[in-house]
C-alpha cells in the first residue's frame, strides 16, 4: 500500500499570504489528523478529521482550518501567515477504530518570509 | 490534555552499545506509543504498549511501562548508526480524544 502523502513538500510564503497543504491517507485510512511541529514547541496537534467531520481540534487560532473530502483527503488552509507560522506540518492516517496508532507523511515544511 | 516528557533530551552512544530512553506522564492513559523521526521528516511508529501492559518487545526494541509511576521507557540494543534518530513518546488517553499527545522527544546519536 502506498504511504501517506503531503503536497507540497516545501513551500516558502510572504507574511499575510493564506496557504493550503494537502494530504493524501493510506487507502482505507478514514482518519487523518495535522501536526505542527517547531523546534521550540515540538509536535503539536491542530485537528482530527474522520468521514468528513472534525472530532477534535487543538489550540490553534482560527486561522488554522482543515476539511476533508468523501475519499478522506484532507486540506489544511492557514490565513494570513505570521512568521511564527514557519514550521513542518505533518499528517497522519489511522483505521478506524481503536488503538489509535498513526501512519505519518513525509510533512510540508512551511516557510514564511 | 497532558504531554509526555521525555528524558534525556539528547543521548550520545557508540555503535553496539544499548541506549535507553524515558517517557514520564501525569494523567491516565490507554496506551502509550513510541515513534522514530529521522531528520526533518515524518515520524514512523515502533511500538505501541497498552495500559494493561508491562513490557513489550519488537526485535531491538524493548518497552516498559509502569502505570503506578507513570512512566515509561524504551531500549534499544545493539545500537547501529541507523538508529541515528529522534524518539517520541506519544499518549492515547482514549475516552474518544482522537488525538496522540507528543512530548518534546530525545535526540539519539549512535557514532559509528
Known amino acids: 500500500k502506498a504511504g501517506v502523502t503531503q503536497t507540497p513538500r516545501y513551500l516558502i510564503k510572504t507574511r499575510g499570504q493564506q496557504v493550503t497543504l494537502s494530504c493524501s491517507p493510506i487507502?482505507?485510512?478514514?482518519?487523518v489528523s495535522w501536526y505542527q511541529q517547531t523546534p521550540g514547541q515540538g509536535l503539536q496537534f491542530l485537528f482530527e478529521?474522520?468521514?468528513?467531520?472534525?472530532?477534535n481540534k487543538g489550540n490553534f487560532p482560527g486561522r488554522f482550518s482543515g476539511r476533508q473530502f468523501s475519499n478522506s483527503r484532507s486540506e489544511m488552509n492557514v490565513s494570513t501567515l505570521e512568521l511564527g507560522d514557519s514550521a513542518l506540518y505533518l499528517c497522519a492516517s489511522s483505521l478506524p477504530g481503536l488503538p489509535y496508532e498513526q501512519y505519518f507523511g513525509p510533512g510540508t515544511r512551511l516557510t514564511v518570509t | 490534555s497532558q504531554q509526555g516528557e521525555e528524558d534525556p533530551q539528547a543521548l550520545s552512544i557508540q555503535e553496539g552499545e544499548n541506549a535507553t530512553m524515558n517517557c514520564s506522564y501525569k494523567?491516565?492513559?490507554?496506551?502509550l506509543q513510541w515513534y522514530r523521526q529521522n531528520s526533518g521528516r515524518g515520524l514512523v511508529h515502533l511500538i505501541l504498549i497498552r495500559s494493561n501492559e508491562r513490557e513489550k518487545h519488537s526485535g531491538r526494541l524493548r518497552v516498559t511501562l509502569d502505570t503506578s509511576k507513570k512512566s515509561s521507557s524504551l531500549l534499544i540494543t545493539a545500537s547501529r548508526a541507523a538508529d541515528t534518530a529522534s524518539y517520541f513518546c506519544a499518549l492515547d488517553s482514549g475516552a474518544g480524544s482522537y488525538q496522540l499527545t507528543f512530548g518534546k522527544g530525545t535526540k539519539l546519536s549512535v557514532i559509528p
Open positions: 487507502s482505507g485510512h478514514r482518519s
Open positions: 494523567t491516565s492513559i490507554n496506551n
Open positions: 478529521y474522520f468521514s468528513e467531520t472534525q472530532r
